[in-house]
């Protein structure tokens, strides 16, 4: 199986390339970070992989589309799209700056490297897409505006997607971890509830997409506690913002 990964430099893109690590599969990592990317790589080929690695910024969309077009030469069996970051929790109004660069990394170069490669899959009438995604994205929270609106943005390009290519043969699948120790993690000052281990996390993405999840948010408890909350009068909902975020940013 040949996979795409991006932002598979540290964190979660790290994990997935190691855990697809085999003789099996060829994988096809994409990071900005040119040694780290390599030391992943070299871990890779240890585990039997066939691997190539493209330094690369998802924000030079010039280049995701020329990367992507080449890509697209031979057969890709999955693509996960995974480079994202985040500005941390801060109080008050998000800088321009900051919100723009998180809706081109963790939205817009998303397309920018699947317009190339989506009629290579409709070619094949085969291919998974894995969009990862946040709890964020279904409660939009003070302190992580931008943040959450560019990984809902993300939800419903995936959602639209999914019903384009599902004709086409082509699995679109959306995860949705909640709080998982990672680099992104790591610079938040406040108690994470249901905080997972890196290898945790990534099992169940791993298990998420081997069983074809079109829409997988976890931990479940997490996202049931979102979603009860979701179904409040606005005034117990404000309520509860209010006091589950009046630390964040401080």
Not at 135 to 141: E, I, N, R, V, Y
Request: proline letters at 4%; glycine letters at 6%.
């Amino acid at each position: 199986m040949r996979i795409v990964i991006t932002g598979a430099s540290s964190g979660l893109g790290k994990h997935l390339a190691l855990a697809y690590a085999s003789g099996e599969n060829e994988l096809v990592l994409i990071a900005r970070r040119e040694e780290k990317l390599e030391e992943v790589a070299e871990q890779c080929r240890h585990r039997g992989s066939c691997v190539q690695t493209i330094m690369a910024d998802v924000n030079d969309f010039d280049l995701m589309k020329k990367i992507a077009g080449e890509l697209a030469q031979t057969r890709i069996d999955r693509i996960i799209l995974n480079a994202g970051i985040s500005v941390g929790h801060t109080a008050g109004v998000t800088p321009f700056g900051d919100f723009h660069r998180l809706f081109q990394t963790n939205f817009l170069s998303v397309h920018a490297l699947l317009e190339p490669i989506i009629p290579k899959l409709m070619e094949q009438k085969s291919g998974e897409i894995v969009f990862i995604s946040s709890l964020a994205s279904l409660m939009s929270m003070p302190t992580s505006v931008a943040y959450s609106s560019s990984k809902r943005a993300l939800n419903a390009y995936a959602e639209g997607l999914r019903y384009q290519l599902k004709p086409h043969g082509i699995e679109v699948m959306t995860i949705l971890p909640g709080f998982i120790d990672s680099e992104m993690t790591q610079k938040n000052n406040f108690k994470m509830p249901f905080l997972l281990s890196t290898d945790a996390g990534v099992q169940r993405i791993i298990k998420a997409i081997r069983q074809k999840k079109r829409f997988y948010p976890f931990p479940l408890r997490f996202y049931l506690m979102i979603k009860m909350t979701l179904l409040l009068p606005q005034f117990l909902r404000d309520r509860i913002v209010n006091f589950t975020n009046f630390k964040k940013g401080a």
